[in-house]
């Protein structure tokens, strides 16, 4: 069997950052994957699930509501490993393209305050699996330690 591309990466080399993982053509339309690694792969404890489902209700959320790339979001969500987020758009995008969305969205989800959205029985098939604290704590880390500071080495997939 032909193995996929992202894991091709080597990830004992990969630091967290912003990555372009895919590029896909959809009919005539571009779709780009991002790989937002919030954690250094097999180097630091990965998320917790619960941290990661509330992380995507309120990332989810931000993102479709977003005046510029609302109606470009395709799809946010935890990768298998919990160790960041895959966001899809339409378009054909780098990731400097995407930084500001990203700082955006991770500060939000840092200053997050209130109700989670979609946090309830009726909206979500597992509501009470979430940490509001942690998924703070996890955003403001990742703004502070990676999103304020970016660098080529964050946004291009090593070699």
Do not use: Q, W
Not at 26 to 32: A, K
Not at 64 to 85: Q, S, W
């Amino acid at each position: 069997m032909k193995k996929i591309e992202s894991f091709r990466i080597d990830h004992t080399r990969l630091k967290r950052g912003i990555y372009v993982s895919r590029k896909d053509a959809v009919g005539s339309e571009c779709v780009t994957t991002f790989d937002l690694r919030m954690k250094e792969p097999n180097n630091e404890p990965a998320l917790s699930p619960e941290s990661a489902h509330t992380m995507e209700h309120i990332g989810a959320t931000f993102l479709r509501n977003h005046a510029e790339y609302g109606d470009k979001v395709i799809y946010f969500g935890p990768m298998g490993c919990l160790t960041g987020f895959y966001l899809l758009l339409a378009g054909d995008y780098e990731s400097v393209d995407i930084v500001d969305l990203v700082r955006g969205l991770f500060r939000f989800a840092a200053d997050f305050e209130g109700d989670i959205p979609g946090a309830s029985a009726v909206e979500c098939g597992n509501y009470t699996f979430m940490d509001p604290a942690g998924a703070v704590i996890e955003a403001k880390k990742y703004c502070a330690e990676v999103l304020d500071v970016i660098s080529l080495e964050n946004l291009v997939y090593p070699e």
